[in-house]
């Protein structure tokens, strides 16, 4: 999967956080309870601070968290968003995308040294994300990045791959339809061939599927408009 959400701090955290804040007052049943009828002013200050409530309410709602500003779901994301804006997004994606490319080259030339295991295969494969993001922004390795967060056997959420994929969906049309989108889902699940491959120690098979994958993620390249061939200077 690839995705975190900045969402509002559930009640129950912000009690066990500070109870001081959020304490309950125990009441003292021996206490004289004094009955106050409601009066004029008392009715007009109720309103006014129900008003208030409602609005910080409604406040707190539109006020989308970067989260869901994108969320890789389609054209409909981009609603309200200028060509700037989708400008800036479509180039941060395509940084991110280069230095994963760079990674599953790596990966290639560690696995045809006849290497399974080392450090081009942690760098590329592993799930942890990092202490801090690298130079580009990313905080999860090569292929986590790329396809983001596993949620079902071949469906991934938040990965910049199918970010990018999405800006080239037109508006009002089904994601699925891109080409992009189309050739980066075919992309996402011909990692596991490599992995496997590797983790069963057989470099040759491994060097096999890395390279029914290169041919995978060329078309893709070319489909969302980045060089296409994993030789060019840019991913090396």
């Not at 900045?6 to 956080?17: E, Q, S």
């Not at 009715?43 to 409602?54: D, P, V």
Request: hydrophobic share 35%; aromatic share 8%.
């Amino acid at each position: 999967m690839l995705t975190q959400l900045w969402t509002g701090v559930p009640i129950f955290l912000l009690l066990l956080c500070n109870g001081d804040a959020y304490s309950v007052t125990p009441t003292n049943k021996h206490q004289h309870q004094q009955k106050i009828q409601p009066t004029h002013d008392n009715l007009n200050q109720n309103r006014r601070q129900l008003l208030a409530n409602l609005v910080g309410m409604t406040s707190s709602v539109l006020i989308a968290s970067p989260s869901f500003a994108f969320d890789g779901s389609g054209s409909s994301a981009y609603a309200g968003r200028s060509p700037a804006t989708k400008a800036e997004l479509k180039r941060q994606y395509k940084e991110r995308i280069v230095a994963d490319v760079r990674d599953f080259n790596a990966l290639g030339k560690a696995i045809n040294k006849g290497e399974t295991e080392g450090s081009a295969w942690v760098n590329f494969f592993i799930q942890f994300q990092r202490r801090e993001p690298d130079a580009v922004g990313r905080t999860y390795a090569g292929l986590v990045d790329l396809r983001g967060i596993r949620i079902k056997k071949e469906e991934f959420e938040g990965g910049d791959g199918m970010l990018l994929a999405n800006t080239f969906t037109k508006a009002g049309k089904p994601p699925d339809n891109t080409p992009a989108v189309k050739s980066f889902k075919k992309l996402s699940t011909s990692f596991d061939g490599i992995e496997a491959a590797g983790k069963n120690g057989d470099a040759k098979k491994a060097l096999a599927e890395w390279g029914k994958t290169k041919s995978l993620f060329e078309t893709f390249l070319a489909d969302v408009e980045m060089p296409s061939s994993l030789a060019d200077p840019i991913y090396n």
